[in-house]
């Protein structure tokens, strides 16, 4: 069975500083798509990015990308230029590209403050 | 935004009662699932349905049925409630699945149930 960890509970970011959020997984598939997503105070879960684990290139969207390391079974996301509304509850997600389903896969979820 | 709606959204209910969560979407997707939140844990899978009544089980499925009578609705129930099933629920939507597709779930708003 996958699982994805979130091993930092809380996080804390200045203001237009940059900060990553790590994500480790495992699995034994080859093929699969990651994901993260945000989920500020209102509940509401806000897809933050994804990355489909056969593209070598980290995607990217605005002031956030991510290190997708697969070898390394690595997922981590990068914010840039951390905004006040950048605070957030955010998960790391797993998805098999074989049919099970399309379930995602969540990790633990980082709190990120950010300090103004 | 998907058309989700979650009802109730918020409940508090007593130990031993019945309890039924509704999720009803107008995106006509052919996948949904209910997920539950609870802190540490992240989002964990109870149920997930791939079509009319067609139906499996998640992770934390103990406790809870499900059923989907209509494309539109899929309805979470809790035949007696325990105080360990005080959480947040998500309802969540998937349009298809498999490799040619990424299968981003919409989230609805979240239902939050208090057993006391």
């Known amino acids: 069975a996958q699982t994805v960890t979130q091993s930092q509970p809380e996080m804390s970011v200045q203001e237009a500083e940059t900060v990553t959020l790590s994500c480790t997984y495992d699995t034994s598939e080859s093929d699969y798509y990651l994901f993260w997503y945000k989920q500020p105070p209102s509940r509401q879960m806000i897809l933050v990015i994804r990355q489909e684990a056969y593209k070598q290139q980290n995607a990217t969207e605005n002031r956030f990308s991510v290190n997708f390391q697969k070898a390394a079974k690595s997922f981590s996301l990068k914010i840039s230029d951390s905004q006040l509304g950048d605070a957030a509850m955010y998960f790391c997600?797993?998805?098999?590209?074989?049919?099970?389903?399309?379930?995602?896969?969540f990790g633990q979820g980082t709190e990120l403050s950010v300090k103004p | 935004d998907a058309g989700i709606t979650q009802s109730p959204r918020h409940k508090v209910t007593e130990t031993g009662t019945p309890v039924t969560l509704r999720c009803h979407q107008t995106?006509?997707?052919?996948?949904m699932y209910w997920y539950r939140q609870d802190p540490g844990h992240g989002l964990r899978l109870i149920h997930y349905?791939?079509?009319?009544?067609?139906?499996d089980k998640g992770e934390v499925s103990d406790g809870y049925s499900v059923s989907r009578s209509k494309t539109e609705d899929f309805l979470l129930t809790l035949e007696s409630a325990t105080s360990s099933q005080t959480s947040v629920y998500f309802c969540a939507i998937s349009e298809s699945v498999g490799i040619a597709n990424t299968g981003e779930l919409f989230f609805g708003e979240g239902s939050r149930l208090t057993v006391l």
């Open positions: 995106e006509n997707h052919r996948y």
């Open positions: 997600a797993y998805r098999s590209a074989y049919n099970q389903g399309g379930k995602l896969i």
């Open positions: 349905s791939y079509g009319v009544k067609d139906t």
